[in-house]
């Protein structure tokens, strides 16, 4: 269970790693992935459902966290929502 769980927030940190305008905060060691998103990427993502919380790092930055349920489908909807929104 583990190592699927660590796949999915090795995805997450490298896929976002990969966008112009967004910054990992921290390397990614657990199953939170911390990354600074611009404001109205935040926003948008607020907007289609997500519950981003950006209050750390001045409102630029969110927690991402993957969990034992965590499916290939969440990930790939949050990237899939980010990309279309940017």
């Known amino acids: 269970m583990q190592n699927t769980q660590m796949r999915w927030e090795k995805k ?3 896929s976002l790693n990969k966008l112009n305008d ?3 905060a ?3 060691q657990a199953n939170e992935v911390f990354a600074k998103f611009p404001r109205h990427m935040i ?3 607020n907007t289609n459902g997500y519950e981003m919380n950006d209050e750390d790092f001045e409102g630029n ?3 991402l966290v993957t969990a034992w ?3 290939q489908k ?3 909807h949050l990237l899939e929502t980010i990309q ?3």
């Open 12 to 14: 997450l940190s490298e």
């Open 22 to 24: 967004i910054e990992l």
């Open 26 to 28: 921290y390397p990614t």
């Open 43 to 45: 926003e948008n993502l």
């Open 61 to 63: 930055a969110v927690r």
């Open 69 to 71: 349920n965590t499916q």
């Open 74 to 76: 969440d990930i790939d």
């Open 84 to 86: 279309k929104n940017n």
